[in-house]
Antibody
């Protein structure tokens, strides 16, 4: 069965960096892009962007450029999100989600999600 | 970027009620609209894709409709496990923006 298992919660000081992981199993990792979604406390969902797991090419939404890096280790079917120069407003739960593409219908959907990683940024 | 709005932002309903949530896109997105359910402390769960297709394993009391800019999610008979937040998301063009959500709670 498809599973996305994310790394555990993290507490960081402002200005530090954090690297989150999302390990996939139950499917061919390079057959689906991986998206990242942020949810600040009590707020809605924000699509941060995604990474093509074949080419490693990332796409970032506005507001997630510069300090955010998506990367892969295809040998262990794992996607990573690194955030540098952390700010208090980066405090959020970060989800990875598999992006399923239906070629016949030309649509995307996020059909499997990780359990989320809470990142808390506080001095 | 395509902006998504939802109404209402919250609603109170009783078990057995028919519930309808509306989602509107700032420009036409054809049928490229997904619906997710999220319970507190849990990851979102895909309910409906391509505006009206029911994801495998999702109860048939959930249905979606619409195209272009206006979409609806309907729960035909609300069950206790349906009290949650619901989000629409457009998948027409990146960034794949979400609506602000609709919280469904118990009357």
């Amino acid at each position: 069965q498809v599973q996305l298992v994310q790394s555990g919660s993290d507490l960081k000081k402002p200005g530090a960096s954090v690297k989150l992981s999302c390990k996939a199993s139950g499917y061919t990792f390079t057959s689906y892009a991986m998206s990242w979604v942020r949810q600040a406390p009590g707020q809605g969902l924000e699509w941060m962007g995604w990474i093509n797991t074949n080419t490693g090419n990332p796409t970032f939404a506005q507001g997630f450029t510069g300090r955010f890096v998506f990367s892969l280790d295809t040998s262990v079917s794992t996607a990573y999100l690194q955030i540098s120069s952390l700010k208090a407003e980066d405090t959020a739960v970060y989800y990875c989600a598999r992006a399923y593409y239906s070629g016949s219908g030309s649509y995307f959907m996020f059909d499997y999600w990780g359990q989320g990683t809470l990142v808390t940024v506080s001095s | 970027d395509i902006q998504m709005t939802q109404s209402p932002s919250s609603l109170s309903a009783s078990v057995g009620d028919r519930v309808t949530i509306t989602c509107r896109a700032s420009q036409s997105i054809s049928i490229y609209l997904n619906w997710y359910q999220q319970k507190p402390g849990k990851a979102p769960n895909l309910l409906i894709y391509a505006a009206s297709s029911l994801q495998s394993g999702v109860p048939s009391r959930f249905s979606g409709s619409g195209s272009g800019t206006d979409f609806t999610l309907t729960i035909s008979s609300l069950q206790p496990e349906d009290f949650a937040s619901y989000y629409c998301q457009q998948s027409n063009t990146t960034p794949f923006t979400f609506g602000p959500g609709t919280k469904v709670d118990i009357k």
